[in-house]
């Protein structure tokens, strides 16, 4: 890796800059000086171009000579070289000026020809810069300010211009060309503007330096604090900001605060440097105080803080001065240098002088001609200098890191200075106009790792770059005498733009975090407006010694390059790996790139095993002392596993395959797949589904040499390992070693003998074998007979090899070997395959167990083992399995809640505990939406199955569309895995376990109310009290009682049916789900009574397991966790059970009541306790005001009722009884619910009873009240209510229809004049249904009659009435 040049930005209007900034200039002075320019460019270079490289220099002038013929006729002439260029360091802002004109370009980002962001300087702001007179702008520099602001990370707030003139101004402005300050600090000419910023010292002894702002007029510097400076262009800024904004004028600033040195003892200056402040070491401050006093000299104890200055010109070349900080006495040592200096004295002046803003032009004029007035300058002396009367100084450029800089004079050299010792150390020729930048390059990450000292700092290393205009050439010179390490052949017009600061108004507190983004070198091309900077890497300032790992590193980088590359064959790539491989001379990064060519995908095999085989080679060839044994190792082992992996894959590819021999062993093994074949069928069918998967997921991707390398591992002793990492990985190597033997197309033997050979474990190869077994189970269902017997072939050849099963193996034990083979079914996921492989692996362990018996025995009786035992109860674990994962496979119908499929295996069952499997197959009832009802009809006909169900069933399913066949199939297979699990699902444990899932879905989303509802069902339907009563508590104390004693309260709070917005404020459920809530409320409590009455009668249950699956270890089923519940306290269930019936009344029929004011202080505070416990419960009479509530509640609940089923269509008794639903609010159950409730509330039945007759009378429902009058025990007072009803009814039929007959009239006149009366008295608007037939009335009259006896004091006023209905009703036949 070497120097590059990185163009990062283009200039754009670059014609526009020059035209406006030449435009006073004619065209024939253009071309006038265009011409002289170029017979200057004639001169003679044969003395210093001789030194240079001739073919180099041949290279680098052909080079330079094509760009120009390329270049533009427009821009090829040197005007830039005229102007006065700054570079902001963050290379957004560029300033050019010539003479009174100037013109700003900032960054601007665009979208390329070929869609890239880039970065572009264009021109912002163009105009005049000089106020007065004859001033021209002599020199210019732009500084970035950093912002002030917390999350700023390091990029500028924004730029200032500090302009320089010819007048001895200084003018400061935005990026927009508002002026913010202008002062007169000297009356000569501004010659340089030059700025230092903080920089993070890098060492513990090395100064912190201040920001400064230099101005070097010809016999005077003056400098500025950076820190005041900062703050007042701060202020400045917001002062012209906000007199814009208000349309005011701006107020004048103070002036700032500077020091002003007069240096003196040097004829010309032309350039600075302000180095900083330094401090002297004891020895040299003894030296000198030793050279200047003598050897009585006294020397003080701290060393002086000195800020030093550095200038070139002539008379001396080179001059240095020191001013002594503060106003300390000078010290002796310099005493004599400084007498007359005034150095303790330097004056923070401030300009007298001062131009403002919006001034008429008579107060202008008064300013030009009457200047301010100029503080006089503080002499300091030269401390010494560099003479040399013949040579110029022309500039100089100081270093990054203040020790080093660069001066340029006018006989074309490039001078380094040694800037603490005052001494020129090295010196170019033939750099004539030279211009000079620094580069400080940080030490790379990579290359730390291989340094002796990587715990330390990373290192800075320093570059020189000369930019040499005579000859179009850049240079990048390593210091302090390091070689040249780069040049670029660039135009001869360019400038070199070195800032030598970055931001301003930064410490070591705001810096912390900030990562500058500064350019430190940047060459611009006036004739294509590029901008160009120059990376170089760190390790080519290294030494000869350490070069030589820089050397490797950049082969190492340059190897990693040529893998990149996508276009390249193998035979290339072989080529430039080899050459690199034997190039490195270091042992790490040789296997470092070993490594990563190893590592490559693109790499083909024979690449690979070529440039391995080509380093071990020249590694034996080497002197064993110099050969790392490591490497050595490496390359051996690698080869060996890539021959391995060549010999692999040409099995695969082998035409010839060895026959399928039949074996003794796998007898009767088609007659055990046939006895599953149904299973395996319907477990394949249901398994194949559709589904999405990546291409380099499938496993028929064939396994790259560099992931086989990753996987195996070669030791010393030859024999490999292989590194199990992901499953995935895993199956992969499997699936490339021994699925071809599967499938039969590769040779098994051979296979087997390979691997043996390479010393890989049987073991492992077992366990890679199983992987791919049960990965590949849909393809091994295809070819189920084929794969089978290659599976047998694979597991005798495995068992056979060396280590494998030990001799010493007692056929009465447990074998190691099979028993991973048994482990791994008992683990997998994939019931199929599982089971096959251990078929497979039964009979292959029988046999073997068989052959052992007979070399020993000698006999004929067969060999019963330990492990046969074990394998007979695998493989009917395995089926049982099977069967149970085919049921859980069964698609869920659609828009149907419950996750993913339950994927099941022996491990999971056994580890679920005893109620493992009912917990699954609940779940799956659960993800069917199977109804209670539906799932307890398919249990009953594995009880009750005969021969003419199943005729009757076969006749249907001929008949019934795709989906119950579907149903039907599914019934079927719920039916096979019950008979296989007739313990493990028994009715009632299935049930337990449905009515906790469903719970548990509920409590998940409690809006669903059908989820509770059937768990309410599936309570009901076990047969067992004792696991009803456990279910019931744990329900109720774990789900229910929470939501419950919410809804009560915020009845007890509304005191009436909540609206749904507070129902799922405080409850957490909608309206209409708390309804069905209170619903399921009731009768979970009901359920829970009824179970504990029942306990008494009926023994608890017992649990027991299918013999094969007694090894179930993990938590207690359900069931078994009711039957160790306590039991329930009736009186406290009942109390719960009536609030519970309250609250479920009025949320159905909307009535207003406060359901727990309905009780005494000791019934609310018996609610919501533990149902277990005893608790105080009410007793006695209760306060005749809380009955009198709960009769009124009771009443509206009835009224409630009968509004709610009116239904006049009905007109006989039998479909009056059979037309109500059995659930909601026109359930047929509520009238005797209320009765119920009104005996346990303590009030009357018989006024409920009487008041549901005369509601449903109200309401026109006669046939529905003649039967609840058949319940009424005090006939008479019903009769006195009745007798106003039907007067009522009368009533609206005689006086207050608007369709009266005439026959109506004429009865009205003919009836008794009490009659009448009593008539117009009654109020029709109390009636619902005031119409109704008049033989419903005349029935009714009828039943008046029978109810109140002959003594009544209103039962002649019934006779009456009795005949007034009949003459009615023949008037109206008539």
Known sequence: ?????????????????????????????????????ENELSWDTSDWESGWDNNENKEEESASSTKTEEEPSGQNQPWLQDCVVSLSPCADLLVVAREQKAAFLSAKWRTSDSGREEMTLAVTWSGHLCTEEGENVSSVIAIPLASQKRSSTGRPDWTCIVVGFTSGYVRFYTESGVLLLAQLLHVDPVLRLKCRTYEIPRHPGVTEQHEELSILYPAALVTIDGFSLFQSLRACRNQVARAAAAGSDVVPPPPLAYKKWGLQEMDTIVDHSSVGVMTLCVFDQMKNASILGGFHASVKGSPPAMSQFVTVGTGPYAGFYYAV??????????????????????????????????????????????????????????????????????????????TLAGVTDDFGRVTLLDLARGVAIRMWKGYRDAQLGWLQVQEERVDREFSPSASLPRRHALFLVIYAPRRGILEVWAMQRGPRVGAFTVGKHCRLLYAGYHLMGVNSVTSQGWQLHTQQVCLLDPTTG??????????????????????????????????????????????????????????????????????????PVSCLTNVTRALHDALKQQDADEVEASLLQLCSSQLKLLQLYSDIQQLQSAEDTEACSGNDSLEGIEEELSRVGPTLQRYAHLSSKPSVSFAQDSPDTPLSAQAFLTQLECAEDGEVKVNRRSDAEWNQLGNFMFWGCLCGKSPTHKVCDTLQLAGISPQQLLSLLMSVWLQREKEVLQKPV???????????????????????????????????????????????AALLAALVAHRAAKASITSRADSKLQSEWEAVSLELEQWVVCVRQLED????????????????????????????????GTGGIA????????????APERLKKILQRKETQDTGDQKEQKEEREEAEDCQEEADRTAELLLAVCQRFPDSLSPDLLFAHCCWEYVVQWNKDPEEGRYLLFAVEHLKLITSPHIQLGISTMMWSTFIVKRFSAAAFLMEKVGKAPKDRLCRRDVGIGDKAMTSFLSCCVQLLQILMEADSAMEEIPAPGFSVEEVWSGAEGPASIAELALEQRGVHYPLVQHHWLLASLLHAAMSFSVKVKPLSLFDSKGKNAF??????????????????????????????????????????????????????????????????????????????DILRRHLVCELYSQGLDLRAEEAILQVEDKEVLGSHLLVLT?????????????????????LARLPPTLCTWLKAMDPSELRCPLVSLSKTTRLVSRLIEMLPENHAQYSLALHLLEAVDVLSLSTED
């Open 919 to 930: 917990d699954s197959v609940s779940k799956w009832v659960f993800r069917q939406n199977m």
């Open 786 to 832: 084929e794969t089978v017997r290659n599976l047998h072939t694979l597991l005798i050849a495995l068992s056979n090899m060396d280590g494998a099963v030990e001799e010493s193996w007692d056929p009465q034990s447990v074998s190691p070997w099979w028993q991973q083979v048994r482990f791994t079914c008992i683990q997998s996921h994939n019931a199929a």
């Open 325 to 402: 900080e503060g106003n300390s006495q000078p010290l002796l040592s310099h005493v004599a240098l400084a007498v007359a200096s005034k150095l303790t004295s330097a004056l923070f002046n401030a300009a007298s002088g001062w131009l403002g803003w919006n001034k008429s032009k008579n107060e202008e004029e008064a300013a030009q001609k009457q200047k301010p007035k100029v503080e006089p300058a503080t002499p300091l002396g030269i401390r010494f200098g560099l003479p040399d009367s013949r040579r110029h100084g022309e500039s100089i450029c100081l270093s990054p890191c203040n």
């Open 1287 to 1307: 007067g009522q009814r009368l009533s609206y039929s005689l006086l207050h229809n608007q369709n009266q007959t005439q026959a109506a009239m004429e009865l």
């Open 881 to 912: 399995v099977l069967v149970l994962q085919a049921l859980l496979l069964v698609p869920s119908p659609k828009a149907t809640a419950g996750g993913a499929v339950v994927q099941c295996s022996i491990k999971t069952l056994q580890e679920g």
């Open 530 to 603: 590029a901008l160009r900077t120059i990376n170089i890497p760190f390790h080519l300032a290294l030494s000869d010694k350490k070069n030589e790992r820089a050397r490797d590193m950049h082969l190492l980088k340059r190897l990693s390059a040529v893998l990149k590359t996508r276009d390249m064959d193998s035979d290339s790539l072989e080529r430039e790996a080899k050459g690199v491989l034997l190039e490195i001379k270091h042992p790490a990064i040789k296997k470092q790139a070993l490594e990563s060519l190893l590592s490559n995908r693109k790499a």
């Open 1 to 37: 890796m070497s120097c590059s040049l990185f163009e990062f930005c283009r200039l754009q209007e670059l014609k526009t800059v020059r035209d406006f900034l030449f435009q006073n200039q004619s065209k024939e002075s253009v071309e006038e000086k265009t011409q002289t320019a």
């Open 1168 to 1245: 919501f306790r533990d149902l277990t416990t005893i608790q105080l419960m009410p007793s006695g009479d209760m306060d005749p005001c809380l009955v009198s509530l709960r009769q009124e509640f009771l009443l509206r609940v009835l009224t409630g009722w009968v509004q709610a089923i009116d239904d006049p269509s009905c007109t006989s008794p039998a479909a009056a009884s059979t037309s109500l639903p059995s659930e909601g609010p026109k359930a047929d159950w509520w009238p005797s619910l209320c009765i119920d409730l009104g005996s346990l509330l303590q009030v009357n039945p």
